[in-house]
């Protein structure tokens, strides 16, 4: 493959695409097709590692997101009722170890820190992780653990959608139909909440044959409980931002769709917090 330069993978618009798009072009290059083919173990050693950072977090708040949506959706999906804050912490320590015994460096499907942490780290992120789903707990889950399995509807993730005819990921942790029948969508997240609920009326109509006025989205609040995310509800604002976006980002690719590294400029203002600070200025 030429130096700087990677074949485009097919495209789709997400909000985590968009993030890395506005906040440095060289980051978007490398997570989005620098990295491109690093799931095979005989591709280029460099091209590995930097496809082993798409699962490495910079900090504990977006770790311990991550760990909580993965564990919620395990529980919700198996039918699992109670034991959720056991469960993530069992999760954690082998996630812990994986990281301190350097297996999870070696499995691009172990998602680590980017920094092992200390016994002290350990101690944080157990505290924090514990505090959550104990609240969780005694909160949203009383009722959601309660709901019929026939009612819990799987969704992918990501969620691949169309929004005027561009491809869209979403993530949403948990969707399901209530008794009067509308259909539910959780998300953790809660950066972008206008256009998060917007997608929800897409992927409610594309999956689920569901009309925008029978949905409802939902976050979780900071005592564990559900709160309601639709009350400002803007799809039209939505969609223009996914083609405008969509647009500019399609706009910076080569003939065939190609990607090349000199093109993406590193512009980056919070370096020393960005996963590739080791590989943003190797294809200068
Ligand atoms: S280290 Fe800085 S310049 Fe390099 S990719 Fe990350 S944010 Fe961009």
Redesign the pocket.
């Known amino acids: 493959m030429e130096a700087g330069a990677s074949p485009s993978s097919s495209f789709a618009w997400s909000l985590r695409r968009s993030e890395w798009f506005y ?2 072009r ?2 978007y290059f ?1 997570r989005y097709y620098g990295a491109s083919g690093g799931h095979d173990p005989d591709a280029d050693p460099e091209i590995r590692k930097l496809h082993r950072l798409k699962n490495t977090f910079s900090s504990d708040g977006e770790y311990l997101d991550a760990l909580f949506f993965r564990t919620l959706r395990s529980a919700f999906y198996d039918g699992i009722s109670g034991g959720l804050a056991v469960r993530a912490a069992a999760r954690l320590r082998r996630e812990l170890d994986a990281m301190s015994s350097g297996v999870a460096g070696l499995d691009h499907t172990c998602p680590c820190l980017r920094e092992t942490p200390d016994l002290a780290g350990v101690k944080r992120l157990t505290t924090a992780l514990t505090a959550r789903l104990d609240a969780f707990e005694s909160g949203a889950w009383r009722c959601l653990a309660g709901l019929p399995m026939t009612r819990r509807l799987t969704v992918a993730f990501p969620q691949r959608i169309t929004v005027n005819g561009v491809p869209v990921l979403i993530a949403p942790a948990l969707v399901w139909r209530d008794d009067r029948f509308d259909l539910n969508v959780l998300e953790i997240a809660v950066s972008n909440l206008t256009v998060r609920v917007a997608l929800h009326r897409f992927l409610a109509q594309e999956l689920y044959s569901t009309p925008p006025e029978r949905v409802k989205s939902w976050r979780i609040d900071g005592n564990g409980e559900l709160a309601a995310s639709d009350a400002d509800l803007r799809l039209s604002a939505a969609v223009k931002r996914v083609m405008k976006e969509s647009s500019e980002m399609i706009s910076l690719l080569g003939e065939g769709q190609r990607a090349a590294a000199m093109d993406f400029p ?3 203002d ?2 020393k917090n ?1 996963v ?2 080791r590989f ?1 200025q190797i294809h200068d």
């Open positions: 906040r440095c060289r980051g490398l590193s512009e980056g919070d370096c960005c590739f600070d943003c």
